[in-house]
């Protein structure tokens, strides 16, 4: 897998929507982890339908692409099975519990929820956060 990195300089009300973008999947990834916390012996699935429960309930959720929301469980998930991986494997000293996170600054479109632009100059988001279009600076052609 390649991954090309480049710079964009959006305006204050588009770093506001990305900020909101990223906060809400910190908060999907942290209530996943408080939900497998309260219901000990639940898997994959049953955090992907609470992940659905939460999109219904709240709507500043529901405004994120479900792809988005669908890393930060899988971001969980990870953490979740590192956990259970170490304590099988007797790992000497902490097994790496599975903590909240108050200091995020990512949030992963995998698929879809972005859109390349024609010239492939500029990215445009296509959620519900209003991000909107950013230009891409960088050294490399897409």
């Excluded at 929507?17 to 994959?44: C, H, P």
């Excluded at 659905?52 to 953490?79: D, G, Y």
Aim: aromatic residues 14%; proline residues 3%.
């Amino acid at each position: 897998m390649f991954v090309y990195e480049f710079k964009v300089y959006p305006k204050p009300q588009q770093i506001t929507a990305i900020n909101e973008a990223i906060r809400t999947s910190q908060f999907v990834r942290n209530k996943v982890l408080r939900y497998w916390m309260d219901n000990r012996g639940i898997g994959q699935p049953e955090m992907f339908r609470y992940n659905t429960i939460l999109r219904k309930e709240f709507k500043f959720v529901e405004q994120l692409n479900s792809h988005a929301c669908q890393a930060a469980v899988e971001r969980t998930l990870k953490a979740v099975n590192r956990f259970y991986e170490n304590c099988k494997n007797q790992v000497k000293g902490k097994k790496g519990y599975p903590k909240f996170k108050k200091n995020t600054r990512s949030v992963e479109y995998k698929v879809s929820g972005w859109k390349l632009s024609e010239n492939r100059k500029y990215i445009n988001f296509i959620d519900q956060k209003g991000i909107g279009s950013l230009k891409l600076v960088g050294s490399r052609d897409l």
